[in-house]
């Protein structure tokens, strides 16, 4: 007994000693510069032979630690991408430490860059900026096109994997929102040196760990040249254009700033060369305005489908916009500002088909004509984004004009002028505590006032129309939830109160004799509706389950223009998504839901839309049913440079009404008959992206599916509607000599219109697109560009086109490039394209931009 005792005390005693030489290697992983803490570092102990004894990863603060026997001889290894590697000797060093780490992409070694153009950490991708960009490129948005996983749309959103992204970031700082177009558009990929996409973002750090997130966030971590200073470039370019003859000019100056607690965009751009700049102040992260206004007025001027705008865009457009984002203690202030303007004209010949039983109605017409477009919008934004509380308070204003002057000749010849403007303010409130680390309290308010008047006047050889719309709306949406999670589930409550007010007054004096019906609405549509969404979520190792329970009961005025109604609504939503490992997500949705109409289509009396269309709202209120099934899958092999995704969709709608449509002579009558509508649409999408490493280069093929059905009339009979289209595209670019690199897309599209089971021809278009571009000396650059498109205009009737473009530039310096460009060289003037709608075919031939000669000069800082 005396022995086991004396053993056990041995034991004891060795235990103590051996905890307690014990050493607790600690500290904290900042940045160079702004001293921001890192997380996601990786941290590495190693002893005196280099062997690998403990390693870590820093917390959400920066923070690690680690425990050792010993560290007598030994380093710690802190490591993180985007930043350079530091080795740390723990020989006779004090904790906590302080690490700095210094953001580098240059630091790394030629052969690493080439060797992992896209690198991972967890649930973090990196796109080295410099292994995917060309000689050629301007701007970070050109480079984003080739990065496999990432889709950049001709409106410049950005997707990954299939999904849009929900924010982007420049070094961690959501300074743009949603008009990330400025950054993608007006930042040198020079000074960019990689591109972060961190897949399942949670924007709030509040709902870190309690909310699920299947989208990812865009991060752009600049060169260190382009931090913690002013950056500019400018550009200047004047020429002449052969059709229309006269002057061309394009300009562009682009100011940024990144400092540690204040960043700035602003940018000025005008040109009339047919560049575009909606993409460059669109908001992709808006929110839907809970007005809910949209235009009864519907004209505009024509536009071309497949077919780049620079083609076919007689414009004068001006964009300036500043914005910036101050940070102060906790929170951060931001603010967005942008003025547009652009003046459109147009120029388009026309024929529209009415397929009708008793025989095709066919239309002709001859259309030119202006539009200027002004727009002015702020956007005032105070966040908080901590770990147990968020805050964010954003107050935004829009004003808009569109103005639209068209002039038609041919079957029924006319003038139109419209004057659409649009006043919109609204504050949107949120305010999230979190308590304990489990439990949520949040309160959210939104407010928002709109106003949409339309005026259209019409002239016609023997009548002239007048037509004022005034149509305004309040909103408002205040509620309070609360959650709890346990264990990986997360239940809450989210009630609240809305109400909503709207008037809508309409007079049309003077209409052609043949049509029937009122021409004077007036219209308030009113609601209260009280609302409760229980909501469960459960996250289980890899699968995460989100259930939606939203219930609502609504009272519905509308002042004796037709009855008051009570109704309740209930709309279950599920969510499944599987994330096996780091490479493969799948996901499941399903919902079934009752909803009420479109409160815009009450109005009993005709709207005039254009010069021969008008539409009859409803007197009746309806409610619509929907079901919707839909299954989506990402994977991503990074080391591969493997992307792919894919996404198919089925839905089902039932509606209490049909949509109708009446001939009168030259004029189309539409309105909704009292006829139940089944409507089905199965969508599907695909996307496969790899790495070429062989030629420094990058591929994509996608595809897109759709076929709808719906019921109408036309002409009092019934009328089937099934239409159908397809697309498939690929993607190649590279660089496989050092003094050339490539680019080439293909895109195939066909669609057909099926009615009463008799079906159209198939039409076709196709567009082929090269571009060459040759270094033979570091100072000179020579591209030469080719796009055919070969539309169909009826069976075997087909339209070609060929343009031809070419660039030469010269750079005596870093910081000054010279360029000749030589665009439509084959003086293409024309362009033809037909598409069907549900009732109708729509034939165009469109004017060209001609051939065009302009000299540029851009100066870099």
Sequence with gaps: MLLRYVISIMIYVLTTLACGAQVSVTGVVVEQGSGDALAGASVVLRDDAGKIRKYGTTDADGKFALQATSTTGWTLDVSMMSFAKQAVALDSVRYPLTVVLEPSATLLKEVAVKADRIREQGDTVSYNVSSFAQAQDRSIGDVLRRMPGIDVADNGKIKYQGEDINKFYIEGSDMLGGKYGIATNGISHDDVGAVEVMENHQPMQVLSGISFSDKAAINLKLKNKAKATWTFHGDAAAGYMADPAGAVWDSELFAMAVMPSFQNITTFRANNTGEDLSPSHTDFFAERRGTGLSRYVGIGLPGVPSLDS???????????????????????????????????????????????????????????????????????????????????????????????????????????????????????????????????????????????PQTLAVGMDAAAFRQHISDHAFFTDESAAYAFNISGITLSLEGGIKAYLRTMNSQLPDIPAELPGLTENVVNTDYVTVYAIPKLEYRLRRVNLTLNL??????????????????????????????????????????????????????????????????????????????????????RHTRRGLFANGMVMQSWTRLPYTMSQQLY?????????????????????????????????????????????????????????????????????????????????????????????????????????????????????????????????????????????????????????????????????????????????????????????????????
């Design 310 to 452: 620079r083609r076919t865009l007689f414009n004068r457009s001006f964009l300036v916009s500043t914005n910036s984002l101050w940070k102060f203690g906790r929170g951060e202030l931001k603010a967005n500002i942008d003025y547009s303007y652009n003046r459109v004209t147009a120029d388009a010949t026309n024929v529209t088909t009415y397929f009708i039983d008793d025989g095709d109605r066919i239309i002709t017409e001859r259309r030119n004509g202006t539009e200027h477009t002004h727009s002015l919008a702020g956007k005032f934004t105070y966040e908080l984004n901590g770990k147990t509380s968020f805050i964010n308070n954003t107050l935004r204003a829009d004003i808009d004009w569109d103005d639209v002057d068209l002039r038609t000749a041919g079957t029924l010849p006319n003038s139109q002028s419209a004057a659409l403007p649009d006043y919109y303010v609204g504050n949107r409130f949120r305010m999230i505590q979190r308590f304990n680390g489990r439990h949520l309290v949040t309160f959210k308010s939104v407010n928002e006032w709109e106003s949409l």
């Design 550 to 635: 939203p219930l609502s009961y609504a009272h519905y005025s509308f002042d004796k223009a037709i009855a008051d109604r009570d109704e309740g609504y209930f709309s279950p939503a599920l969510d499944l998504n599987w994330k096996p490992d780091n490479r493969f997500s799948g996901t499941l949705r399903g919902g079934i839901g009752r909803s009420p109409m479109n409160l815009n289509l009450i109005h009993p009396a005709l709207v005039l839309t254009d010069y021969r269309t008008l539409k009859e709202g409803t007197d009746r209120f309806y409610n619509s049913s929907s079901r919707n099934i839909s299954a989506a899958f990402s994977y």
């Design 665 to 861: 002579g030259d004029y189309a009558v539409y309105s909704y008959a009292d006829a139940r509508n089944d409507s089905r649409m199965l969508m599907a999408t695909g996307s496969v992206s790899k790495t070429l490493n062989f030629m420094r280069g990058s591929c994509n093929l996608n595809g897109t599916f759709n076929r709808n059905s719906s019921h109408m009339f036309s002409q009092s009979q019934a009328v089937d509607a099934l239409s159908t289209a397809w697309s498939a595209g690929v993607k190649v670019s590279g660089t496989p000599l050092r003094f050339f690199n490539f680019g080439y897309e293909l895109r195939y599209a066909a669609s057909r219109l099926s009615m009463n089971g008799a079906s159209q021809a198939w039409l076709s278009s196709m567009k082929n697109e090269l571009k060459l571009t040759f270094t033979p000396h570091p100072k000179w650059q020579w591209t030469v560009s080719g796009e055919h498109y070969r539309n169909q205009l009826a069976e075997n009737h087909y339209k070609n086109v060929l343009m031809l473009d070419t660039r030469l530039t010269y750079r005596p310096g870093k910081r000054v490039e010279l360029g000749a460009d030589l665009s439509n060289i084959l003086n293409r003037s024309s362009y033809n394209y037909t598409v069907y709608s549900q009732l109708s075919s729509f034939e165009s031939q469109r004017s060209l931009r001609g051939r065009q000669l302009l000299f540029s000069i851009t100066v870099k800082k």
